[in-house]
Every structure is written in structure tokens, then in C-alpha cells.
């Protein structure tokens, strides 16, 4: 019973992949055909001969139409041009078109057409918005660019993250050195404090110095101005100046 019972699962689940698997393939062959998709107007085998004679110009360009672009070209003329020769001054003789592709949605196109050199892919890049107002698709942005491979890809993006991770580590290190600066700022203003302190000090002293001068200068002088009366007053009087008291001395 329980080996039946198995075997009737097994039958079961294999009936339901392949069921999926029917329906997968189902879905695959009802995709349209790109060819006989209404491209705003143009089909797909008008789309592709426009980019075979725009590469095959491309490839023809010569210094003159470089120049006549340039001064008289559209906008997205000149972005093609300019990232044509960009992309193509490292590579070797054009060996013909590869792989041509188109990808609609609502109301935009994407043309991309593959060009082959040697060891290297090129791809032409238009793509086209649809204008509600004339009902025609117009060309807004052309360009050319390397096509990468996998390992380049990958190359590429462990380069940037290194660049990221080392630019991370130096601003660390740097505010790290900035805090470590910190304790010589405040010695730094601890010294100017203390050298203002003695200078402060200093001053203090120098005019308590001057006072204490000025006191003792004074004192010597009412002395002496006590022992000039003393001595007139004993002259006058016919005696000795030893018995005189001065009480006080009042300056006018």
C-alpha cells in the first residue's frame, strides 16, 4: 500500500513539471514577432538598414564632416560623433555588424546595433520618444560605447570599490589625526594662559615696587623737612631742638 501510494506522488508531481514546463514553452512561442511590430510608424527592417547607413558613415567619417558637425550639427549629432571617436580611438580596422536589437515600450524605443572589431564590440545606441503632437518618433539621444565583457565588468567594479574603501580609510584616518591634535591645542593655550599670568604678576609686582618707593621717598622727605623747622625753631628761640615733639605735618 505504501509503495503504491509513493508511486501515485511521484506520478503526480512529474505530471505538474511537466505541466509547467508546457505552459513555459506555451508563453515563449506566443511572443511577437519584432518584425511585425509598428515601430511609430516604422518597421523594423526600415529601423535596421537607417543604422547600417549610419555606421557605414561613421566608419567613412573624415576630418571635414568631423568639422561640418560640429558647427552645424544637432545636438545629438554631435554627442554621436564625438562618442564614436572616443570609443574607436584604441581600436583596430571596422570588421563588420554584429547582433541588432529593438526594445519598444509606450512611449519610447531603444535601437542598439553591434559593431565588430578586433577583440573588441562596439554598440550604437538611438533612442527615439515618441511626439503626441506631430505623431512621429523623434531621435533624442545617440551615443556609442564599448561593449564590456563579464570579467571587465567585475574588474571594473572591485576598482571602484577599492577606491570607495580607500577613500573611506584616509578621511578616517585624517579626522583621527585631527582629534589626536586636540590635547597640543590645549597645552598650547594653557602655556599662552600661564605666560599671560607671569606677565600679569609681574606687572602687579613692578607697581607695588613703584608705591613702596614713592612711600619711602616721601617719609625721608618729612624728615628732613621736621629736622630744617626743628633746628630754625631751636636757632630762634635760643635752645636745643632734642626737647622738640613734632605732632604732625600739614602740607598746603
Same mark, same amino acid.
Given at each position: ?32 514577432? =519584432? ?39 544637432? #545636438? ?13 580611438? #584604441? ?26 572589431? =578586433? ?70 593655550? #594653557? ?50 631742638? #632734642? ?10
Amino acid at each position: 500500500m505504501e509503495r503504491s501510494r509513493k508511486v501515485k506522488f511521484m506520478k503526480k508531481k512529474l505530471s505538474l513539471i511537466l505541466c509547467l514546463c508546457f505552459m513555459v514553452l506555451g508563453l515563449a512561442a506566443c511572443g511577437e514577432n =519584432p518584425k511585425s511590430v509598428d515601430y511609430f510608424g516604422m518597421t523594423y527592417d526600415d529601423i535596421q538598414s537607417m543604422m547600417e547607413q549610419e555606421v557605414a558613415t561613421l566608419v567613412s567619417f573624415t576630418d571635414d564632416d568631423r568639422a561640418y558637425i560640429q558647427a552645424y550639427g544637432a #545636438d545629438t549629432a554631435i554627442k554621436l560623433v564625438e562618442t564614436w571617436d572616443e570609443a574607436t580611438a #584604441d581600436l583596430e580596422a571596422y570588421q563588420g555588424l554584429g547582433e541588432f536589437s529593438i526594445t519598444k515600450t509606450q512611449d519610447t524605443m531603444t535601437v542598439e546595433q553591434i559593431i565588430e572589431f =578586433p577583440g573588441r564590440e562596439v554598440v550604437v545606441s538611438h533612442v527615439y520618444t515618441y511626439n503626441y503632437e506631430t505623431e512621429q518618433a523623434e531621435l533624442t539621444d545617440a551615443s556609442v560605447d564599448k561593449v564590456y565583457t563579464l570579467g571587465e565588468k567585475m574588474e571594473k567594479a572591485g576598482l571602484n570599490t577599492l577606491m570607495g574603501m580607500g577613500t573611506v580609510f584616509v578621511v578616517l584616518i585624517l579626522i583621527s589625526l585631527i582629534i589626536y591634535c586636540f590635547r597640543f591645542i590645549s597645552v598650547v593655550q #594653557d602655556k599662552i594662559s600661564g605666560k599671560g599670568k607671569t606677565a600679569e604678576a609681574k606687572t602687579e609686582g613692578t607697581v607695588a615696587e613703584q608705591i613702596e618707593q614713592r612711600e619711602t621717598q616721601q617719609l625721608t622727605d618729612d624728615l628732613e623737612l621736621v629736622a630744617v623747622i626743628s633746628a630754625a625753631v631751636a636757632a630762634a628761640s635760643g635752645t636745643s631742638a #632734642d626737647g622738640f615733639v613734632v605732632r604732625s605735618i600739614r602740607r598746603r
